[in-house]
């Protein structure tokens, strides 16, 4: 039996006196919350999520994480960094940096593969683009995502790693997918693991982002085969992402 997780990515968001507010305002709200809850602030707040979370039911993690371990790598944050604070995930392959960054299918793959050595839960995302969509490659675009991290990692990883499907056109734009786009996407990436392992493909938490929110959250996340939410701009908000996660069961 999957259980259901929203994650919050805060994105380039928040102050110290902000998450202080937001954090302790959600924990208000999630007495009566069965799935499991996580958020991701920016690096440099990484310290202060993990105090303010500390003996809570939410977890956390980082929004992205290098390749290497060590290094001349100016900007970069490796996995035993995230590790430092106590992460529990991280973020890879998200469409900002796929897209903002250049990031390929094979750089993604890799980073999955050293969030996991690391011990962390890899948030692993693939998602199309509104032109991918209107030409009929939504399942082209995601199945070279997804393959590009079976070949690297292995089918059986993904027992470790939870999948988000984002549809780019749907991320920050007010439009999302509907419940039934939501689950064809999600019944293919299922049947995509299936076709290695089926036993692996059935216990894959598989979220979906883009646009989510407290209105369309409960029928989205009814759907047979979404696990839950990597929720943006409504993580951002106590009320509207306690909402969010009181709807996934």
């Known amino acids: 039996m999957r259980q259901a997780l929203v994650a919050g990515n805060w994105k380039m968001n928040g102050s110290l ?12 709200q999630l007495d009566d919350v069965t799935a499991k809850v996580a958020v991701c602030p920016s690096f440099v707040y990484l310290s202060q999520a993990r105090d303010l979370l500390a003996g809570s ?12 371990a060590s290094g001349a790598f100016t900007g970069e944050i490796s996995a035993e960094m995230l590790n430092d604070f106590g992460c529990e995930y991280v973020i890879v392959g998200h469409s900002e ?38 030409s009929e490659q939504t399942e082209a675009v995601i199945a070279a995502q997804l393959d590009a991290a079976i070949e690297t990692c292995g089918i059986d990883a993904f027992e470790n790693i939870v999948i988000a499907y984002e549809p780019v056109w749907a991320i920050g734009t007010g439009k999302t997918a509907t419940s039934e786009q939501a689950q064809e996407v999600h019944a293919f990436i299922r049947n995509r693991l299936a076709g290695h392992d089926q036993n692996v493909a059935k216990q894959t938490t598989i979220l979906y982002g883009g646009s989510v929110k ?21 993580s951002l908000d106590a009320a509207e992402f306690a909402a969010i996660c009181k709807a996934a069961k």
């Open 17 to 28: 006196e902000n998450n202080e507010a937001l954090l302790k305002g959600l924990l208000e």
């Open 57 to 68: 039911q939410v977890g956390f993690g980082g929004q992205d994480l290098s390749t290497e």
């Open 214 to 234: 407290a209105a369309n959250a409960e029928e989205l996340f009814s759907m047979p085969d979404v696990d839950g939410g990597l929720v943006g701009g409504a």
């Open 97 to 134: 940096r796929r897209d903002n960054h250049g990031e390929t299918n094979e750089l993604v793959a890799q980073k999955t593969q050293v969030a996991l050595n690391a011990g962390l839960t890899p948030l692993f995302c693939v998602g199309e683009h509104l032109e991918d969509r209107e």
